[in-house]
């Protein structure tokens, strides 16, 4: 009888072995939110970010919320799962008590972004609701048209008398 309750646990504890590593490898993928600047066209962003949840007219401009989980690059990802791996070999299977839970909480942040277009489906203006986000970042929207843009020369200044 003690033979075979040995032999259970034995075999749970391999059954377990792998989850965290599986599931270290299956996180999300890390996304380019570079992307989200003035200028960038809308097609770049529907193909980095996927549909957007939510598209509208508001102020008579194009709008969407993109809605995404900002994952890990695949180097961190396999680092993680050859470590996590590792710890069960070395632990037989008894680190997966501490990995699989780590693992769980470790699923990417979610990020949400509200983009607005210009007429050629450009982006116009970049708001960040994050939810969590101590400060959202601040609207980046392109400069008006009457400005003057620095052109990199340097003008000797002039002095009024």
């Known amino acids: 009888m003690k033979f075979i309750k040995i032999g259970v646990i034995v075999s749970l504890l391999f059954l377990l ?3 965290s590593v599986y599931m270290a490898a299956h996180q999300p993928s890390k996304k380019d939110i570079s992307l989200f600047k003035v200028g960038t066209p ?3 962003l529907i193909a980095e970010f996927g549909v957007p ?3 509208g007219v508001k102020d008579g401009k194009k709008y969407e919320i993109y809605r995404f989980t900002q994952g890990y690059t ?3 990802k396999t680092a993680r799962a050859l470590a996590e791996g590792t710890a069960d070999v070395f632990t037989l299977g008894i680190s ?3 990995t699989t839970p780590v693992e769980s909480l470790a699923d990417g942040n979610l990020m949400v972004y509200e983009v607005t277009y210009d007429s050629n489906d450009c982006v116009d203006q970049v708001t ?3 939810p969590g986000a101590s400060n959202p970042s ?3 929207t392109n400069p008006p048209s009457n400005t003057t843009q620095p052109t990199g020369q340097l003008t000797q200044p002039v002095v009024q008398k």
Do not use: H, M
Request: with cysteine; glycine share 14%; proline share 5%.
């Open 17 to 19: 072995g792998g989850c």
């Open 96 to 98: 997966e008590a501490v």
């Open 128 to 130: 960040n609701l994050t």
């Open 53 to 55: 949840v939510t598209s």
């Open 42 to 44: 809308r097609d770049a």
């Open 138 to 140: 601040t609207p980046q």
């Open 74 to 76: 695949e180097g961190a």
